[in-house]
Nanobody, 123 residues
Framework: QVQLVESGGGLVQAGDSLRLSCAAS????????MGWFRQTPGKERKFVAA???????YYADSVKGRFTISTDSAKNTLYLRMNSLKPEDTAVYSC?????????????????WGQGTQVTVSS
């Protein structure tokens, strides 16, 4: 089992930056991938970024060049650095993890989820 806890969300203005964190505990050894997804009311959860055990990364086109996903293995923590934020980035951001050597980009491929953290970008 893996427990995930996000932090770092908040209210910012367009153009600002934020860094989200996702602390992992429980079974944190072995090859696993982690990702960030976001969801707005009434919409499906959407892929934002993912990172594999080897360090490979993938990004949604909408955030490419603005967001950076990274991990700190020593701290068992996943990060999402978000720059040049736009109002359309407003959502609840959730981290996810799964044990695989691949780098999943869909909701169904992840087994463990955090509770989410709200990011609101005002114009």
């Amino acid at each position: 089992q893996v427990q995930l806890v996000e932090s770092g969300g908040g209210l910012v203005q367009a153009g600002d930056s934020l860094r989200l964190s996702c602390a992992a505990s429980g079974r944190t050894f072995g090859s696993y991938a982690m990702g960030w997804f976001r969801q707005t009311p009434g919409k499906e959860r959407k892929f934002v970024a993912a990172i594999g055990w080897s360090g490979s990364t993938y990004y949604a086109d909408s955030v490419k060049g603005r967001f950076t996903i990274s991990t700190d293995s020593a701290k068992n923590t996943l990060y999402l650095r978000m720059n040049s934020l736009k109002p359309e980035d407003t959502a609840v951001y959730s981290c996810a993890a799964t044990f695989t050597s691949a780098v999943p980009t869909t909701v169904d491929e992840y087994d463990y989820w955090g509770q989410g953290t709200q990011v609101t970008v005002s114009s």
